[in-house]
DNA sequence: CAAGTTTTTTACCATTTGGTAAAGTTACGA
DNA sequence: TCGTAACTTTACCAAATGGTAAAAAACTTG
């Protein structure tokens, strides 16, 4: 076992690497309880109790991934510049929200499910990190709507709208793919869709 | 046990919605895997062996649930009236679920985990139930666009954004109580956020 | 390369959990 | 009201599951 003080090997860094990546993807599909440990040490080629070597329990692993997640799940939130141009920064952001509704659907529905559920293991996160991120962006968006840039409405219901569209092609993915099949065009439909809506909204 | 063909007693009848109520609510909150037999035996004060009495297993209590449901869930999109005025039709219908996620939650978030985690006991129900369905309401919307009654735009995707938008405040009701506490009006904010997005999105 | 430390593996355990068997009780029609 | 079918309860079980103990193997470092 590692003393608190010592800073992690070259060794554990990697496995709770791999160890991550295998429970991502379980996590997301199975859910917290529908996934077992065994499961997650198939995935990633290890035994049951050396998951446990570097995880002290199932739990820690999950709550281990909703930390490490977080901040880089919420980053393109923080990205936008309350000096850019308002329109376009708000599109950017639902443009990178769309993307990483493609590329990191595990994490999407790692948070989804999480969330459904109550949030049991990430209220106090949400709390610490997003509630001040969250506000802080919302009085950018009501700075905007106040000179006029944008059209006038409630900040936190925009921002929950453009979380509940982008979210939504990656954490129902199962019910989209079977309501429109042929997949090739689906992913630009939907960008130019969503675009298209927002900047209705949002134009003044 | 009952035969097939004779038609259920009046207990049955009351205690398989007994059963049905209280695994709503746990398979709501606590995904498939994280419901137990005893904490619905519990919650609908009945034994556990009583339970399988009724039902042939837990995954028979879970699938007559969505079966059982599914039908009044999408009733509002089969209300939507072909001849009636496109914008009131289709606000209408948003304003109808708007109301169903904030009277019945616990539906809205079985059939999100349900969805999320792949739909693994719903996707047969979704090919044969939603899927003409939608099709059709994608008709009706299809051609009050080509009569220029609302904006021109992809059906599918419209229908996808009402749902994601009105869902999410069932769905992700854990996070939206944290960002926006004080609930007194959150619930009319909300309805007249999303009426106001929808009507400019429609609008030719 | 030798001693010590880290990492992996094997064998195991206690609890939980979905489900069964069968005896006991209640309801209900003749 | 009596017999039978429907329903409920108690006792139980096998498999799955989260986790532990400790030996074996591999790696690091003086």
């Not at 599909?29 to 070597?53: S, V, W």
């Not at 880089?72 to 993307?99: F, V």
């Not at 293991?121 to 709390?127: F, V, Y």
Request: net charge neutral; charged share 25%.
């Amino acid at each position: 076992m590692n003393s608190p003080a010592r800073k992690p090997s070259r060794i554990q860094t990697e496995n709770r690497q791999r160890i991550r990546d295998a429970a991502l993807g379980l996590f997301a599909t199975h859910g917290f309880r529908g996934t077992t440990l065994d499961q997650i040490a198939e995935a990633c080629g290890m035994h049951k109790p050396n998951l446990i070597y570097y995880y002290d329990s199932k739990e820690a692993i999950h709550i281990d991934l909703l930390n490490t997640l977080m901040e880089e799940w919420l980053s393109p939130l923080d990205a936008m510049n309350p000096d850019g141009d308002p329109l376009e920064e708000i599109l950017g952001y639902i443009r990178r929200k769309m993307e990483m509704s493609r590329l990191y659907p595990r994490e999407s529905r790692l948070f989804a499910n999480e969330i459904v559920q109550g949030a049991p293991r990430m209220l106090p996160h949400l709390e610490r990190t997003l509630k001040p991120l969250f506000d802080r962006q919302c009085g950018i968006l009501a700075k905007w709507m106040k000179d006029g840039k944008i059209a006038e409405m409630h900040p936190a219901h925009l921002i929950f709208s453009i979380w509940a569209v982008t979210q939504h092609y990656a954490d129902f993915e199962a019910q989209i793919s079977v309501l429109l099949p042929g997949d090739d065009k689906r992913a630009r439909g939907a960008d130019q869709f969503v675009e298209m809506m927002f900047r209705k909204v949002l134009t003044p």
